[in-house]
């Protein structure tokens, strides 16, 4: 095992597939001169040349309909996105052509693609920065959508990600890229749809995903002090989503929590909430608990964006209100 950070797991995620296949490349944003935006391609425009590691202009729409494109000519393109708030400048060919060209064509034309970067708030950066749309993209039949929460994951799915024939969103965030882990020397991947218990407990399922999973850790140790366990669920893949993992956690702690940074209405937490009633509900000893952002755009003021984004102390408190605590 190594520790490297966040951006160094995606590099050598991307690298390590492009030099076992010739007809993967990268293309984004300053993905190559600069090294990336967030320095997650750092090296690779040395290393594989600038026909496989591609600056593009600031058009979005333009360059992944090149990437849709490209895949149905047998390229398996992976699409940098400076945040995802931009890829609603692309969204048209995200969905109405990668989502849909395998199942259009009979078949005909497998969409082998990955769309990555950051998604959700990144401190002080607007409302129209710091927008999470996992629950967006999860909607589109035909996508798959993962969100990694630490290094060792983030390899490991994208890499997976990358050998896919279908199209996948894959985001990250800009408050993770930083975070050092541990990953192990050799090959390994991951695979897409299968959910992690990142800590075991007996009295409440906290089932989370991505950067705001540290809060449920956060939290968790608390509560371990009151004498509560609680057991969490990183998610990893929102789509395909793990039901079973979430099921056979709620039925052994018979109380659910659900933390997310997004807005509530229709989010990946309702997705969860409903599934546990429909398939669990005899289980269940108290009201399902969500965690959200407030159902406003993100504010600008410190004050403010502290209390818009989901924090430990509210995890703790849902955590007591499942537990009658």
């Keep these: 095992m190594r520790t490297i950070q966040f951006r160094e797991a995606i590099c050598e995620a991307m690298s390590e597939e492009m030099r076992s296949d010739e007809t993967i490349y990268l293309m984004g944003e300053e993905v190559?001169?600069?090294?990336?935006?967030?320095?997650?391609?750092?090296?690779?425009?040395?290393?594989?040349?600038?026909k496989r590691v591609i600056d593009t202009p600031i058009a979005e729409l333009g360059f992944a309909g090149i990437a849709v494109g490209s895949a149905?000519?047998?390229?398996?393109?992976?699409?940098?996105?400076?945040?995802?708030?931009?890829?609603?400048?692309?969204?048209?060919?995200?969905?109405?052509?990668?989502?849909?060209?395998?199942?259009?064509?009979?078949?005909?034309?497998?969409?082998?693609?990955?769309?990555?970067?950051?998604?959700?708030?990144?401190?002080?950066?607007?409302?129209?920065?710091?927008?999470?749309?996992?629950?967006?993209?999860?909607?589109?039949p035909g996508l798959k959508v993962v969100v990694p929460s630490n290094p060792y994951d983030a390899k490991g799915l994208l890499k997976s990600a990358i050998r896919d024939n279908d199209p996948v969103i894959f985001m990250e965030s800009e408050q993770m890229y930083g975070d050092k882990g541990e990953v192990p020397d050799g090959e390994y991947t991951l695979p897409l749809g299968v959910a992690d218990i990142k800590r075991e407990g007996n009295d409440v399922t906290i089932v989370?995903?991505?950067?705001?999973?540290?809060?449920?850790?956060?939290?968790?140790?608390?509560?371990?002090?009151?004498?509560?366990?609680?057991?969490?669920?990183?998610?990893?893949?929102?789509?395909?989503?793990?039901?079973?993992?979430?099921?056979?956690?709620?039925?052994?702690?018979?109380?659910?929590?659900?933390?997310?940074?997004?807005?509530?209405?229709?989010?990946?937490?309702s997705e969860v909430t409903y599934i546990v009633q429909e398939r669990a509900f005899d289980y269940l000893d108290a009201p399902i608990q969500r965690i959200t952002t407030a159902d406003t755009p993100a504010p600008y003021s410190p004050a403010l964006l502290k209390n818009w984004i989901p924090n430990a102390e509210d995890v703790i408190k849902a955590v007591k209100k499942v537990a009658y605590k």
């Design 72 to 140: 149905m000519n047998g390229n398996r393109p992976i699409v940098e996105f400076m945040t995802f708030n931009f890829s609603l400048v692309g969204i048209d060919q995200i969905i109405n052509n990668a989502a849909k060209m395998r199942q259009m064509s009979g078949g005909q034309f497998p969409m082998p693609m990955v769309f990555r970067g950051p998604t959700a708030s990144a401190g002080q950066l607007g409302a129209t920065h710091s927008q999470a749309f996992e629950n967006w993209f999860a909607n589109t």
């Design 208 to 269: 989370s995903f991505g950067k705001i999973i540290k809060e449920a850790y956060k939290a968790a140790e608390e509560l371990e002090k009151e004498g509560i366990s609680c057991e969490i669920i990183d998610l990893r893949t929102v789509r395909p989503m793990d039901h079973d993992t979430i099921l056979e956690s709620v039925k052994k702690t018979n109380r659910l929590v659900v933390l997310e940074e997004a807005w509530p209405f229709a989010s990946v937490a």
């Design 32 to 50: 190559a001169e600069y090294n990336g935006a967030y320095k997650a391609s750092k090296g690779m425009l040395d290393e594989f040349g600038a």
